[in-house]
């Protein structure tokens, strides 16, 4: 929103080859998430994988009439494994981005994000690069808002980056950070558990044209049959009802 996310330098040629050739038949497919990226991907008390994009995938292979199996993987690992064959699709808020496009293929977008300010409540907090010099900001290591921070405002900013995102909320809570910027449909999620109810959104959102898409290796077919079944999950309503679960506004 995870994305909206970018990755840790691989080597391109490798992984290229790699991806070559098609996945495993289109009717037995397994997905990879990261599983802690609420409310998007995340692990409930069972030990299961939960939240939207893990509905969204079910959705997707039920629309494909094909048989699923979803895994959890660490973030910076993530593409990686899809490379390496550990499984045949990345359902888990990516941003599609060129620097990814040089190695995996993407679907149709099937949300799109923007990113946002998070502060104590009560505390003035001016967002512009003048405003923010000085403070310490965090965000989730190898994302679009860690990138952007690192881009725009390290030469102004302390800029502290977390290998998840719960991380960077517990140190925002903890006040080891003056502000938070982050993909902001997980970070109104956070804003309305007891641990976030201090602090609130600040400021205008930055909006980055970020699209979130499911990645898969170069040339797969499954591209194209995932973007088809995105569609149809829209028309049919059924994507409503997953987006009404979590948000009361629609993300595609």
């Given at each position: 929103m995870k994305l909206k996310k970018l990755f840790y330098a691989v080597s391109l040629s490798a992984l290229t080859a790699l991806g070559s050739t098609a996945s495993l038949a289109a009717d037995k497919i397994r997905i990879a998430t990261e599983g802690a990226y609420a409310p998007f991907n995340m692990t409930d008390e069972k030990g299961e994988l939960v939240g939207f994009d893990v509905d969204i995938a079910k959705a997707l292979c039920a629309e494909m009439k094909a048989e699923c199996d979803i895994v959890a993987q660490d973030w910076d690992g993530i593409?990686?494994?899809?490379?390496?064959?550990?499984?045949?699709?990345?359902?888990?808020?990516?941003?599609?981005?060129?620097?990814?496009?040089?190695v995996v293929d993407f679907s149709e977008p099937y949300y799109s994000n923007v990113l946002a300010w998070a502060a104590a409540k009560g505390k003035t907090l001016d967002t512009s690069k003048e405003g923010l010099k000085g403070l310490t900001v965090g965000a989730q290591r190898a994302t679009i808002a860690g990138l952007y921070l690192e881009d725009n405002l390290a030469d102004v900013v302390n800029v502290k980056l977390y290998d998840t995102q719960d991380n960077a909320y517990l140190d925002l809570a903890a006040g080891r950070l003056d502000a938070l910027l982050s993909d902001k449909f997980p970070a109104y999620d956070w804003l309305r558990s007891a641990d976030g109810a201090n602090f609130e959104f600040k400021g205008e959102d930055v909006d980055i044209d970020d699209k979130i898409g499911i990645a898969v290796r170069k040339g797969d077919p499954l591209k194209d049959k995932f973007s088809a079944a995105i569609k149809a999950i829209v028309d049919n309503g059924t994507y409503a009802e997953i987006n009404a679960k979590y948000f009361p506004f629609s993300i595609y």
């Open positions: 593409i990686p494994g899809l490379m390496g064959r550990k499984y045949d699709a990345i359902i888990a808020s990516m941003s599609i981005t060129e620097d990814r496009l040089k």
